[in-house]
T-cell receptor, first 116, second 110 residues
Framework: DSGVTQTPKHLITATGQRVTLRCSPRSGDLSVYWYQQSLDQGLQFLIQYYNGEERAKGNILERFSAQQFPDLHSELNLSSLELGDSALYFC???????????????FGPGTRLTVL | GQSLEQPSEVTAVEGAIVQINCTYQTSGFYGLSWYQQHDGGAPTFLSYNALDGLEETGRFSSFLSRSDSYGYLLLQELQMKDSASYFCAVRDDSGYALNFGKGTSLLVTP
């Protein structure tokens, strides 16, 4: 158990819909990262927050957005869903203020999103 | 841009030693990390090399050669539970997030 929690574990929805994925980082971790994992694209970085502020952006679509709240939990919002958005979405956290902490991230169990 | 290359599949026998190689191209280098992921599970951090040389953690060791842009993960005394995917990763252009390789699927056979 990494100490990172994600809800829900599974989500099934239809094309065009909007969903929200939730993540609580490990106690004391200030950085939260979101990754998407699909069979053809592997593990892709989406976005990172540090202590409430967006710090880095990866291959995140404009239809996707995220935020980190004062209690440090984070939400990833996916809208106008398409079939190709079906994937495992992982949240990870790290202490986030020292160099090596960016290399050692702790991943949650993931949310499996299926778009029908 | 960045790229990481690792073999897609490796098969080894229980009790043996296996080496998973990773070559990378990146403009800024902040070290090489290795993660393990079992089917349907979360990636788990295994090791991190910032400097050249070998880092040992139990049955797992990781090596880095910055001049060759190359590293490897060495798994000794293989067990069936080591069957998993192994990813090498480097920090991306932002310096904060990780860019993962496509992963190496390791199958340990009896």
């Amino acid at each position: 158990d990494s100490g990172v929690t994600q809800t829900p574990k599974h989500l099934i929805t239809a094309t065009g819909q909007r969903v929200t994925l939730r993540c609580s980082p490990r106690s004391g971790d200030l950085s939260v990262y979101w990754y998407q994992q699909s069979l053809d694209q592997g593990l892709q970085f989406l976005i990172q927050y540090y202590n409430g502020e967006e710090r880095a952006k990866g291959n995140i679509l404009e239809r996707f957005s995220a935020q980190q709240f004062p209690d440090l939990h984070s939400e990833l919002n996916l809208s106008s869903l398409e079939l190709g958005d079906s994937a495992l979405y992982f949240c990870a956290s790290s202490e986030g203020s020292s160099g090596s902490s960016y290399n050692e991230q702790f991943f949650g169990p993931g949310t499996r999103l299926t778009v029908l | 841009g960045q790229s990481l290359e690792q073999p897609s599949e490796v098969t080894a026998v229980e009790g043996a030693i296996v080496q998973i190689n990773c070559t990378y191209q990146t403009s800024g280098f902040y070290g090489l990390s290795w993660y393990q992921q079992h089917d349907g599970g979360a990636p788990t951090f295994l090791s991190y090399n910032a400097l050249d040389g070998l880092e040992e953690t139990g049955r797992f060791s990781s090596f880095l050669s910055r001049s060759d842009s190359y590293g490897y993960l060495l798994l000794q005394e293989l067990q069936m539970k080591d069957s998993a995917s192994y990813f090498c990763a480097v920090r991306d252009d932002s310096g904060y997030a990780l860019n993962f390789g496509k992963g190496t699927s390791l199958l340990v056979t009896p």
